[in-house]
């Protein structure tokens, strides 16, 4: 079976879920023909005219472009990883952003969904906020999944306690992600924590202040160097205002480590708020670094969460139950237009 996975390179997790997929099916006999289209062609996907490569059985797009890619005999998939329509403004967005998705990207999707086949929604989160949106049915929910054996604990554990407590931070310094909260942050922790931002490549860097946890930037990891800053943390802790799925806290608890991140949408999804981690209310620094604090002060809480993390990072996250799924939506597509799956 051979699949086109036509995908803009827009530098975020969303290039991650595409070369994660497209790895994911190669190991289960699928053949992904991963096509990357520049980024401009997010503003008018209409304008790019592709022919799908000789031998494709299925269409697999971000909902933002999908309906660009309606072929008459070849199933469609849209799949959305973030809603963002209608949300945000003014809080992570500026006019510019909320315009272009209000005015734009709420019509692709809605010719997307429309061309669509199936709509996969990658968290219970964005399944719900897509129903609210949009009037679509077809909706399979697959959350994203990580690869526990290259995000994985070392055998000594944290070390949370009277040194000082290393927090880590991944993800584009943005609004959205929370990048303008980072300092205040770290002013509510004080000096017995170390936090280590791993930037993406949005945004700037906020400044860096004098008192409370120190801090430093990252950026241009390998993915080795990156796990390896994960199982030096203590904490892993998220920002993020809102999110189509809590990539960075599963990657986080695949490596044991317990997260601390604000209760919004996808990482709801991920993190068991008491059990693999603590939730508080958005934007509330204060309460998060209280949250940091209570895990600091308590290293046997801290290591139970990092275990149960690590637990429904490797059963209910795992890559086998995803594409299983995955494989299961191809079977029944292919099986509605008469074509067999092999």
């Known amino acids: 079976m051979r699949i086109w996975l036509p995908s803009i390179r827009a530098r975020s997790g969303a290039d991650v879920y ?29 304008t790019l005219r592709l022919s799908p490569p000789k031998g494709i059985d299925i269409i697999s797009a971000n909902s933002w472009i999908a309906f660009a890619f309606r072929h008459h005999s070849i199933p469609l998939i849209a799949t959305v990883l973030h809603c963002v329509a209608g949300r945000g403004y003014p809080q992570w967005k500026s006019l510019p952003q909320a315009l272009f998705h209000d005015q734009l990207v709420r019509r692709f999707e809605r010719a997307s969904f429309r061309a669509a086949d199936a709509v996969i929604a990658i968290s219970d989160s964005t399944r719900h906020e897509l129903c609210q949106d949009f009037e679509v049915h077809n909706i399979c929910t697959i959350p994203l999944w990580i690869n526990s054996d290259v995000f994985s604990p070392t055998e000594a554990g944290g070390r949370t306690g009277s040194e000082s407590t290393r927090v880590l931070i991944v993800g584009n310094v943005s609004r959205r992600k929370g990048g303008d909260l980072i300092e205040p942050f770290c002013k509510a922790l004080g000096q017995h924590f170390q936090v280590t931002v791993v930037a993406g490549l949005r945004g ?47 990657e986080g608890m695949a490596c044991g480590k317990p997260v601390c991140a604000f209760n919004v949408s996808g990482l709801r999804d991920v993190v068991v708020n008491g059990t693999t981690g603590l939730l508080v209310e958005a934007d509330d620094t204060t309460g998060l670094a209280e949250a940091c604090h209570r895990l600091r002060k308590d290293p046997a809480l801290a290591t139970h969460m990092g275990l149960n993390g690590r637990e429904r990072a490797t059963t209910v996250f795992s890559e086998s139950r995803a594409i299983e799924a995955y494989l299961r939506l191809f079977s029944d597509l292919l099986s509605r237009r008469g074509r067999s799956s092999e």
Not at 225 to 234: E, K, N
Not at 235 to 249: C, K, N, P, Q
């Open 18 to 46: 595409v070369e994660r997929l497209a790895r994911a099916l190669s190991g289960h006999g699928i053949e992904p023909i991963v096509q990357w289209l520049p980024h401009w062609f997010q503003y008018f996907p209409w």
């Open 204 to 250: 700037e860097a906020p400044k860096i202040s004098d008192t409370g946890a120190r801090l430093r930037f990252a950026n241009g990891l390998t993915s080795e160097q990156l796990v390896s800053l994960y199982r030096g943390a203590d904490i892993v802790v998220s920002l993020s205002r809102h999110e189509g799925f809590g990539y960075t806290a599963l």
